[in-house]
C-alpha cells in the first residue's frame, strides 16, 4: 500500500492554569498506510483529538514531525497541499454544513478550491452517491436526521477529492441508526474506494471495523494492533478507563467463570457460534 502519513516523535504543548505547560501529546511515533482504516481510542484527554487535528496542520507540532507524504506540515509552503489530500470531518455535522440546499453544501469546497463549473457537477454527483445521499440533493440540510446531516458533511469534503479522511469522533452526536449510518459510509468509502482513513471514537463497535486500532493514553500511544488483538486485551482495556465489545466483554466472563471460549472473540456473531458450539 505504502505509507502515508509518517509521525516521528511527535509532541503537543499548550499552557494550563497557573501557566503550566501540559503535553497533550508526547512523543508519538506512528505510520498510516495508504488504504488503511484506522481507529484511535482512548478516554476524554488521551489527545487522540490533538492527534487528528495534526494529521492536516490545524495544529502543529511543539516538537517532532507531522509527514504527509513527504510534506511536512510545519512547511508552511506544503499547508495548502496537505489539506487536500487530508479532509476534517468533526463531532457537529452542523458546524460544516454552510448552505440551504444539500448540492449546493457538496459544491461549497470544489468551488473555493477554483474547480471549473462543470467538473463541480461531476464531483457533487460522484460524492453524493458515495455517501448514498443523491436522493437528497435538493432536500434541506436542517430538515435531515443527524445522520443524514453527517453524511452531507462528508460528501462535502469527498468532493474536494481527497486522499484521506479524518473523522473525529463523527458520531459523538448522534443516535444509534445515525451511526450506523455515518459508520457504514465510512466503511464503503474506504473499502470501495481505497480512501484512507483515521477514526477517532469512544465507541468500541465502531472501532471493531477498522483494519487497526490504536489506543492513545495521556498523549501517547499504549497500543497498537488488529482489532481481535487489541480487544481480547479486556483487563488491560479496563484498567485504561476504557469499554471492551460487549462480544468481548462476554467472552471474557465466560471464560473466568470456567466456560471455555476460543480466544479473541469481539463480535456478536462470533461469540454466538462460539456459544452455539458448547452444546
Same mark, same amino acid.
Given at each position: 500500500?505504502?505509507?502515508?502519513?509518517?509521525?516521528? *516523535?511527535?509532541? @503537543?504543548?499548550?499552557? $494550563?492554569?497557573?501557566? !503550566?505547560? +501540559?503535553?497533550?501529546?508526547?512523543? #508519538?511515533? =506512528?505510520?498510516?498506510?495508504?488504504?488503511?482504516?484506522?481507529?484511535?481510542i482512548g478516554t476524554n484527554g488521551s489527545g487522540k483529538s490533538t492527534l487528528a487535528k495534526h494529521l492536516n496542520a490545524l495544529l502543529l507540532p511543539s516538537d517532532g514531525d507531522c509527514l504527509v507524504e513527504g510534506m511536512n506540515t510545519k512547511?508552511?509552503?506544503?499547508?495548502?497541499?496537505?489539506?487536500?489530500?487530508?479532509?476534517?470531518?468533526?463531532?457537529?455535522?452542523?458546524?460544516?454544513?454552510?448552505?440551504?440546499?444539500?448540492?449546493?453544501?457538496?459544491?461549497?469546497?470544489?468551488?473555493?478550491?477554483?474547480?471549473?463549473?462543470?467538473?463541480?457537477?461531476?464531483?457533487?454527483?460522484?460524492?453524493?452517491?458515495?455517501?448514498?445521499?443523491?436522493?437528497?440533493?435538493? *432536500?434541506?440540510? @436542517?430538515?435531515?436526521? $443527524?445522520?443524514?446531516? !453527517?453524511? +452531507?458533511?462528508?460528501?462535502?469534503? #469527498?468532493? =474536494?477529492?481527497?486522499?484521506?479522511?479524518?473523522?473525529?469522533?463523527?458520531?459523538?452526536?448522534?443516535?444509534?441508526?445515525?451511526?450506523?449510518?455515518?459508520?457504514?459510509?465510512?466503511?464503503?468509502?474506504?473499502?470501495?474506494?481505497?480512501?484512507?482513513?483515521?477514526?477517532i471514537t469512544h465507541f468500541m463497535e465502531e472501532a471493531v471495523q477498522a483494519d487497526r486500532v490504536v489506543v492513545m493514553a495521556q498523549g501517547k500511544v499504549v497500543?497498537?494492533?488488529?482489532?481481535?488483538?487489541?480487544?481480547?486485551?479486556?483487563?488491560?482495556?479496563?484498567?485504561?478507563?476504557?469499554?471492551?465489545?460487549?462480544?468481548?466483554?462476554?467472552?471474557?466472563?465466560?471464560?473466568?467463570?470456567?466456560?471455555?471460549?476460543?480466544?479473541?472473540?469481539?463480535?456478536?456473531?462470533?461469540?454466538?457460534?462460539?456459544?452455539?458450539?458448547?452444546?
Amino acid at each position: 500500500m505504502g505509507e502515508f502519513i509518517k509521525i516521528e *516523535h511527535l509532541c @503537543h504543548n499548550y499552557t $494550563g492554569q497557573n501557566d !503550566q505547560v +501540559v503535553k497533550a501529546l508526547d512523543d #508519538i511515533d =506512528m505510520s498510516i498506510q495508504r488504504g488503511e482504516f484506522v481507529a484511535v481510542i482512548g478516554t476524554n484527554g488521551s489527545g487522540k483529538s490533538t492527534l487528528a487535528k495534526h494529521l492536516n496542520a490545524l495544529l502543529l507540532p511543539s516538537d517532532g514531525d507531522c509527514l504527509v507524504e513527504g510534506m511536512n506540515t510545519k512547511n508552511e509552503d506544503d499547508i495548502w497541499n496537505i489539506r487536500q489530500k487530508v479532509g476534517m470531518v468533526f463531532q457537529n455535522p452542523d458546524n460544516q454544513i454552510v448552505a440551504a440546499i444539500v448540492e449546493e453544501d457538496v459544491a461549497f469546497g470544489p468551488e473555493n478550491l477554483g474547480i471549473p463549473s462543470s467538473e463541480i457537477v461531476e464531483r457533487v454527483d460522484y460524492a453524493l452517491k458515495a455517501v448514498g445521499m443523491q436522493d437528497y440533493r435538493q *432536500h434541506a440540510p @436542517h430538515l435531515l436526521s $443527524g445522520g443524514q446531516k !453527517q453524511r +452531507v458533511a462528508i460528501a462535502g469534503i #469527498i468532493a =474536494m477529492r481527497p486522499q484521506c479522511l479524518v473523522l473525529d469522533e463523527p458520531t459523538a452526536m448522534l443516535d444509534p441508526q445515525g451511526r450506523q449510518e455515518v459508520l457504514s459510509t465510512v466503511t464503503h468509502l474506504n473499502r470501495e474506494f481505497g480512501i484512507t482513513v483515521v477514526y477517532i471514537t469512544h465507541f468500541m463497535e465502531e472501532a471493531v471495523q477498522a483494519d487497526r486500532v490504536v489506543v492513545m493514553a495521556q498523549g501517547k500511544v499504549v497500543m497498537s494492533g488488529s482489532p481481535k488483538e487489541i480487544f481480547s486485551r479486556v483487563e488491560l482495556l479496563k484498567d485504561l478507563g476504557l469499554e471492551v465489545p460487549v462480544a468481548a466483554d462476554m467472552a471474557y466472563r465466560l471464560n473466568e467463570k470456567g466456560i471455555k471460549l476460543p480466544d479473541q472473540i469481539i463480535t456478536n456473531e462470533e461469540l454466538a457460534v462460539a456459544l452455539c458450539q458448547l452444546s
